[in-house]
């Protein structure tokens, strides 16, 4: 039996309004009443397997991210989920994170891993062919498939499970590189949150713990030369931090910008890595301007962090009612009777399926009450009703989700200022 106390009865409401509150915002229950994805034990514990519309709102983060991330150079490509065990020894992911990892499969006589994560393959296809200076900083980004052993305690919906798709890239640069391509992230990380209105967040630089040789990889002037490196970036750039020791990759430190959520503790979305070892264990080099091979500077970032926690973390800070452009259902349209109003209701529902829009039409045969009610509670961000004047007008009368007012206008303007909202990202 567990209980708790508070000195006044106002710091129990308190306390039991928060717990309301957190129940209300969890993304498993919005996910769930919204049909955006599922779990079932027959596929697996901490194996999400997103609905159609989970998926919508997934590919346009995709969309969103890939767009950002191509106008600044960066080229994408798609590996194989799993890889030899040769290939994570010599990234020295078996060493130090096989705990994390799936166990090993045995197949004509080759080992082989679900991978955890997917630097090793960006290496190998960095390795494919000789680099200049010239060419460099190549930027190499993937929204990867990854898998991780989580514990059967710490699996929670889409927020943190076994498989799920980072958001990922890794930048090769030259040291002379690392502090512009470095803010490059840092624009691109602040750049997004903007569009997301995230504002409370915190930057934190992880470090290794150097009495930990288990760990991290076994090299102090590597270890050195790397944090010294990124605090010296930082500070230059003037970002506010903290440090942490024991929570960088065991290849190297890292700056993760941690956020703070409407309910619960502070989650990581974004992180950006200096390595210095992966380049090396791969034997990487480039042509520098002296003819002399050199090796060349990784940096590991995500964004988004995984798609999927995103979704989880914008979910509860919305309370599934999402901005239009990134929703899964923008527009229902309910025909008041269908004998009379059907025609004219499919005619505008096709319309907008021509110009993009995710719509739905709801012809049931079901009061108009019990439709509207439904898509209030669907959170579709605008309910068209369309009844006698809007077919004999040619208009459309709107409801925007969370309030009473109707609204009437022509077809084009409804269209104009949905793809104004979508544009601004509203």
Same mark, same amino acid.
């Given at each position: 039996?567990?209980?708790?106390?508070?000195?006044?009865?106002?710091?129990?409401?308190?306390?039991?309004?928060?717990?309301?509150?957190?129940?209300?915002?969890?993304?498993?229950?919005?996910?769930?009443?919204?049909?955006?994805? &599922?779990?079932?034990?027959?596929?697996?514990?901490?194996?999400?397997?997103? /609905?159609?519309?989970?998926?919508a709102i997934w590919q346009k983060l995709e969309r969103y991210i890939k767009q950002k991330e191509? #106008? +600044?150079?960066? +080229?994408?490509?798609?590996?194989?989920?799993?890889?030899?065990?040769?290939?994570?020894?010599? $990234?020295?992911?078996?060493?130090?994170?096989?705990?994390?990892?799936?166990?090993?499969?045995?197949?004509?006589?080759?080992?082989?891993?679900?991978?955890?994560?997917?630097?090793?393959?960006?290496?190998?296809?960095?390795?494919?062919?000789?680099?200049?200076? @010239?060419?460099?900083?190549?930027?190499?980004?993937?929204?990867?498939?990854?898998?991780?052993?989580?514990?059967?305690?710490?699996?929670?919906?889409?927020?943190?499970?076994?498989?799920?798709?980072?958001?990922?890239?890794? +930048?090769?640069?030259?040291?002379?590189?690392?502090?512009?391509?470095?803010?490059?992230?840092?624009? /691109?990380?602040?750049?997004?949150?903007?569009?997301?209105?995230?504002?409370?967040?915190?930057?934190?630089? $992880?470090?290794?713990?150097?009495?930990?040789?288990? @760990?991290?990889?076994?090299?102090?002037?590597?270890?050195?030369?790397?944090?010294?490196?990124?605090?010296?970036?930082?500070?230059?750039?003037?970002?506010?931090?903290?440090?942490?020791?024991?929570?960088?990759?065991?290849?190297?430190?890292? /700056?993760?910008?941690?956020?703070?959520?409407?309910?619960?503790?502070?989650?990581?979305?974004?992180?950006?890595?200096?390595?210095?070892?992966?380049?090396?264990?791969?034997?990487?080099?480039?042509?520098?301007?002296?003819?002399?091979?050199?090796?060349?500077?990784?940096?590991?970032?995500?964004?988004?962090? $995984?798609?999927?926690?995103?979704?989880?973390?914008?979910?509860?800070?919305?309370?599934?009612?999402?901005?239009?452009?990134?929703?899964?259902?923008?527009v229902k349209v309910l025909p008041v009777k269908n004998e009379y109003h059907l025609d004219y209701?499919?005619?505008?529902y096709q319309l907008l399926l021509d110009e993009g829009f995710e719509v739905e039409l709801d012809?049931?045969?079901?009061?108009?009450?019990?439709?509207?009610?439904?898509?209030?509670?669907? @959170?579709?961000?605008?309910?068209?009703?369309?009844?006698?004047?809007?077919?004999?007008?040619?208009?459309?009368?709107?409801?925007?989700?969370?309030?009473?007012?109707?609204?009437?206008?022509?077809?084009?303007?409804?269209?104009? &200022?949905? #793809?104004?909202?979508?544009?601004?990202?509203?």
């Open positions: 039996i567990y209980g708790v106390c508070f000195p006044t009865a106002e710091e129990l409401e308190e306390h039991l309004s928060l717990l309301e509150e957190a129940k209300e915002r969890d993304h498993r229950k919005i996910g769930k009443e919204m049909e955006i994805f &599922m779990v079932d034990d027959l596929i697996g514990r901490g194996l999400p397997m997103y /609905l159609p519309k989970g998926y191509k #106008k +600044l150079g960066y +080229l994408h490509v798609l590996t194989p989920a799993i890889g030899t065990v040769n290939l994570y020894k010599t $990234s020295g992911h078996w060493d130090h994170y096989k705990e994390n990892m799936f166990p090993q499969m045995e197949m004509d006589g080759e080992s082989f891993v679900l991978r955890p994560m997917n630097c090793p393959h960006h290496m190998m296809i960095y390795a494919n062919k000789l680099h200049s200076y @010239k060419n460099l900083p190549i930027r190499i980004g993937e929204i990867a498939h990854d898998f991780r052993y989580e514990a059967s305690g710490a699996v929670k919906g889409i927020e943190r499970g076994r498989h799920f798709c980072q958001n990922d890239a890794h +930048l090769f640069v030259t040291p002379e590189q690392i502090k512009s391509e470095f803010k490059g992230v840092i624009d /691109l990380i602040l750049d997004v949150y903007k569009d997301f209105n995230i504002t409370d967040y915190r930057c934190v630089l $992880s470090l290794r713990d150097p009495e930990d040789k288990e @760990k991290y990889h076994d090299d102090d002037e590597m270890w050195n030369k790397a944090e010294n490196e990124l605090r010296e970036v930082m500070n230059e750039l003037g970002i506010e931090y903290t440090e942490e020791i024991g929570e960088a990759a065991f290849y190297g430190p890292k /700056l993760d910008v941690n956020v703070k959520p409407a309910i619960g503790n502070e989650i990581t979305l974004s992180t950006c890595q200096l390595d210095f070892c992966l380049p090396a264990k791969f034997n990487l080099t480039y042509v520098a301007e002296d003819g002399t091979k050199k090796t060349p500077v990784v940096l590991h970032r995500a964004i988004l962090g $995984s798609l999927d926690r995103f979704m989880a973390y914008i979910l509860e800070e919305t309370k599934g009612n999402l901005p239009l452009w990134l929703a899964p259902t923008q209701a499919n005619e505008i012809s049931r045969d079901e009061k108009l009450g019990y439709r509207i009610r439904e898509a209030q509670m669907q @959170k579709a961000n605008y309910i068209l009703v369309l009844g006698n004047n809007e077919r004999d007008e040619r208009t459309v009368t709107y409801r925007k989700h969370g309030e009473q007012k109707a609204t009437t206008v022509t077809i084009d303007e409804f269209v104009s &200022m949905l #793809k104004q909202q979508i544009k601004d990202k509203k």
